[in-house]
Each structure stands twice: as structure tokens, then as C-alpha cells.
């Protein structure tokens, strides 16, 4: 099994509609984050969370919000999903005790929006 | 603010033929460097990571990367490339503002082998 699991893999949402990308993991890290992968502008973080009682806003986060329900899980809303918020979302995390932060990615989860 | 540059967006070599991927970055202090790959349809999966110490690091699937402090580079290679390395190759730096150490990817490189 996966050691960052997110769900859906994919979804096709309709423009204004509300949808929820979960994420949870088994490698006990502190540290979750949820980045988005868009062809020719690599990954860029949206939010980050060092632990259940801290999350903080990435380079992007306009349009998304997220909840920390749980040291393993980590959820990214989409409120009011638009057609440029498709996308690949990427779910990871990180041991922040380890020098460099290697960062552990899940397989992904497709999201367009019509 | 730190930052990464792979100048290169695709990068096309025959089986068997040597690769060198570039990466440059930017950051005002000794830096946290990472390869990072991502196959068709997968998550990123780390290549390999230089702290400090030799340059010259060792990684995963036979892939080396050189830190070159003069140069601000970190450039990934491996001298004989197979069919199964096409893929999206990610640099990363990581910084430690406040000892954060979140990485910033670079936009990657594609690699494609021609048989």
C-alpha cells in the first residue's frame, strides 16, 4: 500500500461546484502539504501544515482552503471550483526532524473542472 | 527568495547515449538540493539530495548530480541511458527561513529516449 493516499485519483466537477481532495498517510510525519502540477510551471505549493495546529498559506492558495483533521490527514476544498483550477494536485509529506526535508509525494489526483 | 531554473523543457537522447540534465538555482546560502522524477502517471519519487559534504552525489537508477557552488548548479547525469527513464525530471532547493526547509521545484525537464 501507498504511503501517501489520495482520493480521488480523478474527478470531473462542474464550474462552481464544491470539491474535496483527501489525503491521508502511514509514514507518521508531522508535515503535510498539497501542491499543484500544471505542464510547463512545475509544482507549486497551495498550502502546508507543520502540525494539526498549523496551516499556512503557499504561493497559491487563492481559491482553496484546507483542513488538518488529523496528524495523517490533510484535505484541500475547492469552494467554488473554476476551470482554471484544473489540474494534477499532489498531496506529501515530510519527517521536519530530518535535515533537508526530503519530501514523500502521493500518486496524485486529476482534477477538471467544466 | 530562493528559486530553481531548468533551462531545458525537453531533453531527447538515444538508449544507451550519457545524459546530463541542468539545473540552477538561487539562494544566498549554502542550499538543500534534490532530483526528483516523476514516471507517466506516478507521484515524484526522490532521485537523490545533497546536503553538504562531496559534491558529487549518488543516487537511485544510477543517477549522479554534481553541486558546483561556483556555478550554482546542480546537474544531474547518468552515462547510460535506458528506455525506462523517460520521465518529468524536478530540481529542487530547499531553504530554512525560520527552519521551514520547503523545497521549490523547479518547472522540470521531459526526457525522452529514442530506442
Known amino acids: 500500500d501507498a504511503d501517501v493516499t489520495q482520493t480521488p485519483r480523478n474527478r470531473i466537477t462542474k464550474t462552481g461546484k464544491r470539491i474535496m481532495l483527501e489525503c491521508s498517510q502511514t509514514?507518521?510525519?508531522?508535515?503535510m502539504y498539497w501542491y499543484r502540477q500544471d505542464p510547463g510551471l512545475g509544482l507549486r505549493l497551495i498550502y502546508y501544515?507543520?502540525?494539526?495546529?498549523?496551516?499556512n498559506k503557499g504561493e497559491i492558495s487563492d481559491g482553496y482552503s484546507v483542513s488538518r483533521q488529523a496528524q495523517a490527514k490533510f484535505s484541500l476544498s475547492l469552494e467554488s471550483a473554476i476551470p482554471n483550477q484544473t489540474a494534477l494536485y499532489f498531496c506529501?509529506?515530510?519527517?521536519?526532524?530530518?535535515?533537508?526535508?526530503?519530501?514523500?509525494f502521493g500518486e496524485g489526483s486529476w482534477l477538471t473542472v467544466v | 527568495a530562493q528559486s530553481v531554473t531548468q533551462p531545458d523543457i525537453h531533453i531527447t537522447v538515444s538508449e544507451g547515449a550519457s545524459l546530463e540534465l541542468r539545473c540552477n538555482y538561487s539562494?544566498?546560502?549554502?542550499?538543500?538540493l534534490f532530483w526528483y522524477v516523476q514516471s507517466p502517471g506516478q507521484g515524484l519519487q526522490l532521485l537523490l539530495k545533497?546536503?553538504?559534504?562531496?559534491?558529487l552525489v549518488q543516487g537511485i537508477k544510477g543517477f549522479e548530480a554534481e553541486f558546483k557552488r561556483s556555478q550554482s548548479s546542480f546537474n544531474l547525469r547518468k552515462p547510460s541511458v535506458h528506455w525506462s527513464d523517460a520521465a518529468e525530471y524536478f530540481c529542487a532547493v530547499g531553504a530554512a527561513p525560520g527552519g521551514s526547509y520547503i523545497p521549490t521545484f523547479g518547472r522540470g525537464t521531459s526526457l525522452i529516449v529514442h530506442p
Open positions: 539562494y544566498g546560502a549554502t542550499p538543500y
Open positions: 506529501a509529506t515530510s519527517d521536519g526532524d530530518s535535515i533537508g526535508n526530503t519530501i514523500y
Open positions: 545533497y546536503f553538504s559534504g562531496d559534491t
Open positions: 509514514k507518521g510525519h508531522d508535515r
Open positions: 501544515s507543520f502540525d494539526v495546529k498549523d496551516i
